[in-house]
């Protein structure tokens, strides 16, 4: 069975730091990955997505992520934090390509601060 | 293009009392989950609907259920409310499974839920 697990539940940089967020995920096939972005009292919205395609994935807001079987990590980064960039993050991995969401396994997530 | 929307944003009860909370998809959707996102628990899969069915659920008890209406529409129904109900309730809609991006996910800003 698949999971996702996210290291550390909250991470602080300061504004123009560089941001990483860890994803680690566990899949007996290669996995679809996602990471969203939930603001404050938001839903979660997508940032990006890992299909097999390249394995460096941009998304929006100058986020992107590095797909690494052999280290089975999908890490989420950001060169220079802004403070908007404050929000809890999450790290998804799914199996199948046209699976419903139910397939879709979610890590714990990642607040991340920015400090002035 | 309207998103997923729902409603109520709040939503207070007292313990044993009943919650309705209702979500909208984004037009053409045909697919609508529910998650739960309790305070440091990252988010549960609740229900997933399609077409009009319950296809699948998560690892909660029977007092949680809901259903689908024909223009895809959902609610989610607690009933003998407890406590650690409590919690933010995010609904997603997804396209039709089968479909290029039928995993991706777009969610609601969800309904707060809290339970004295």
């Known amino acids: ?116 | 293009e309207a998103g997923v929307t729902q409603s109520p944003t709040h939503l207070i009860k007292t313990r044993g009392q009943q919650a309705t909370l209702r979500c909208s998809p984004i037009s053409g959707h045909t697919s609508v989950y529910w998650y739960q996102q309790a305070l440091g628990l990252g988010l549960q899969f609740l229900l997933w609907y399609d077409e009009g069915e319950e296809r699948n659920r998560g690892n909660f008890p029977p007092r949680f259920s809901g259903r689908q209406f024909p223009n895809y529409s959902s609610e989610l129904n607690v009933n003998a409310l407890e406590l650690e109900d409590s919690a933010l309730y995010l609904c997603a809609s997804q396209p039709r499974t089968g479909l290029s991006g039928a995993n991706v996910l777009t969610f609601g800003a969800g309904s707060r839920l809290t339970v004295l």
């Open chain 1, 1 to 116: 069975a698949q999971s996702v697990t996210q290291l550390g539940s909250h991470v602080s940089v300061s504004e123009g730091a560089l941001v990483l967020l860890r994803c680690n995920y566990s899949s007996s096939v290669p996995p679809y990955l996602f990471w969203y972005v939930q603001y404050p009292n938001q839903g979660l919205q997508l940032l990006l997505k890992y299909t097999s395609a390249a394995t460096l994935v941009k998304g929006i807001n100058g986020f992107e992520a590095e797909f690494k079987k052999s280290e089975t990590s999908f890490h989420l980064t950001k060169p220079s934090a802004h403070m908007s960039d404050a929000a809890e993050y999450f790290c998804a991995v799914s199996l199948l390509p046209y699976s419903s969401a139910s397939k879709i396994i979610f890590g714990s997530g990642t607040r991340l601060s920015i400090r002035p």
